[in-house]
């Protein structure tokens, strides 16, 4: 009888242990499965993070501003320079920054001709007029060669490849600064008749081949941005509705 009732108590003390075995591995399963589910969510918040910096960083900088500030911010972030390549410079040079010397390109002969009278004659700086495509003209320089290089109304003239192409190879050349100034988005502009907007023979040169967005710059560039820009195109005719443009700065450290 004795043994009967120990081997029955044996059974129930058994039973009772391995439930309450079964209900700590239970528990332990679920605080592991609770610990795994927060660390995936920590690591979903530092991917996200991640992404989010990347995407903050792609860029560099981005500030907005109306049109009559644009430059005038933009001014106050430029470095001084003793040496400037204006590439592209049409007849309208940049004026956002007095080097001692402004070398002035463009592959239009007809637009530099209309530059020489007035900054070739009298003026306290010396302007260089190169006649040549931005192929050519880098082609000119060593690394290092020049303080700023100014794309201004530029990359939008040219395939897409082709102008990250000139752009990188800018970088290579500015001891100190590029500036690159473009229509936010693509612009349509196509160029018809006999003589372009100022009245010469660039018509080729006028055509726009790719539109552009601050994403499409890398790290480290500074963005400055006009929403409403444009509000007149070409040929001064009024555009339905205003046109955003920005300026990209990527500066050397």
Same mark, same amino acid.
């Given at each position: 009888?004795? &043994?009967? !009732?120990?081997?029955?108590?044996?059974?129930? $003390?058994?039973? %009772?242990?391995?439930?309450?075995?079964?209900?700590?591995?239970?528990?332990?399963?679920? %605080?592991?499965?609770?610990?795994?589910?927060?660390?995936?969510?920590?690591?979903?918040?530092?991917?996200?993070?991640?992404?989010? !910096?990347?995407?903050?960083?792609?860029?560099? /900088?981005?500030?907005?501003?109306?049109?009559?500030?644009?430059?005038?911010?933009?001014?106050?972030?430029?470095?001084?320079?003793?040496?400037?390549?204006?590439?592209?410079?049409?007849?309208?040079?940049?004026?956002? !920054?007095?080097?001692?010397?402004?070398?002035? $390109?463009?592959?239009?002969?007809?637009?530099?001709?209309?530059?020489?009278?007035?900054?070739?004659?009298?003026?306290?700086? $010396?302007?260089?007029? !190169?006649?040549?495509?931005?192929?050519?003209?880098?082609?000119?320089?060593?690394?290092?060669?020049?303080?700023?290089?100014?794309?201004?109304?530029?990359?939008?003239?040219?395939?897409?490849?082709?102008?990250?192409?000139?752009?990188?190879? &800018?970088?290579?050349?500015?001891?100190?600064?590029?500036?690159?100034? /473009?229509?936010?988005?693509?612009?349509?502009?196509?160029?018809?008749?006999? &003589?372009?907007?100022?009245?010469?023979?660039?018509?080729?040169?006028?055509?726009?081949?790719?539109?552009? /967005?601050?994403?499409?710059?890398?790290?480290?560039?500074? %963005?400055?941005? $006009?929403?409403?820009?444009?509000?007149?195109?070409?040929?001064?005719?009024?555009?339905?509705?205003?046109?955003?443009?920005?300026?990209?700065?990527? &500066?050397?450290?």
């Amino acid at each position: 009888m004795r &043994t009967t !009732i120990r081997n029955f108590l044996k059974v129930i $003390c058994s039973g %009772i242990i391995r439930e309450e075995l079964r209900m700590v591995l239970y528990e332990k399963n679920g %605080i592991i499965a609770k610990l795994e589910e927060e660390n995936e969510k920590k690591r979903q918040k530092i991917s996200f993070l991640r992404e989010y !910096i990347r995407a903050r960083d792609r860029a560099g /900088t981005v500030c907005s501003y109306d049109r009559e500030e644009l430059e005038t911010e933009l001014k106050a972030k430029l470095c001084s320079a003793e040496v400037v390549l204006d590439i592209g410079c049409g007849i309208r040079p940049q004026r956002l !920054i007095r080097a001692k010397t402004h070398i002035c $390109c463009d592959p239009h002969l007809e637009y530099l001709e209309k530059l020489v009278p007035p900054l070739g004659e009298g003026s306290p700086l $010396c302007h260089v007029f !190169i006649n040549a495509d931005w192929e050519q003209v880098l082609a000119l320089f060593p690394p290092r060669s020049v303080d700023s290089v100014f794309l201004l109304d530029v990359i939008e003239h040219l395939q897409k490849e082709k102008a990250k192409e000139l752009i990188d190879r &800018t970088l290579v050349l500015a001891r100190k600064q590029v500036v690159v100034f /473009t229509p936010l988005g693509y612009m349509s502009q196509e160029e018809e008749g006999e &003589t372009d907007a100022w009245g010469l023979g660039g018509m080729k040169w006028q055509k726009h081949r790719s539109g552009w /967005t601050p994403e499409d710059f890398s790290a480290g560039w500074d %963005i400055y941005r $006009c929403d409403k820009y444009h509000t007149h195109d070409s040929r001064n005719n009024h555009l339905p509705k205003p046109f955003g443009a920005f300026y990209a700065v990527k &500066t050397n450290n």
